[in-house]
């Protein structure tokens, strides 16, 4: 698939089925999903944080079994494949986030997030805030009809 239609999959208008009262962040030790559509297109937003060993928070944008979007708050450094690209071989601290349209890598690679985000403490209020941004960032459009909270 070409990043160009890598990046209108990303940008396509989304809305949650049938928006519940409160979109829920699982707290530590879970994870959750829920169902997005884009006209004829079904998509999944992925909310995990439920590591392993480690504590995690995900955000995750796919499409059927095809990542789009990853934000990972919480959890291990990203070693970044060698090539000539920005911040190649180099590795990339959480906060980071994964975009299938990036080069020919793609998910593959972490990218470094703003300072303003990387020096925010990962509260559960601003894990909140974070989601928001993160579904605008992945254009759901009814983000703003329904209350979010940890749970």
Do not use: W
Not at 28 to 52: P, V
Not at 64 to 84: A, S
């Amino acid at each position: 698939m070409s990043s160009n239609q890598l990046t209108h999959l990303i940008n396509l208008p989304k809305y949650l089925d049938y928006p519940p009262s409160y979109l829920i962040v699982p707290r530590s030790g879970n994870h959750t999903r829920y169902t997005l559509h884009s006209y004829q297109l079904q998509f999944e937003l992925d909310i995990n944080r439920a590591g392993h060993r480690l504590e995690k928070c995900t955000f995750q944008l796919r499409q059927q079994h095809l990542i789009l979007v990853r934000l990972d708050l919480i959890g291990r450094t990203h070693l970044n494949p060698p090539g000539n690209y920005p911040y190649a071989n180099q590795a990339i601290p959480c906060p980071h986030i994964h975009l299938a349209d990036y080069r020919s890598d793609g998910i593959a690679i972490a990218l470094p997030l703003p300072a303003s985000i990387v020096r925010i403490d990962i509260s559960d209020a601003n894990i909140l805030l974070i989601l928001i941004i993160f579904l605008q960032r992945i254009n759901v459009v009814n983000r703003n009809y329904f209350t979010y909270k940890v749970h």
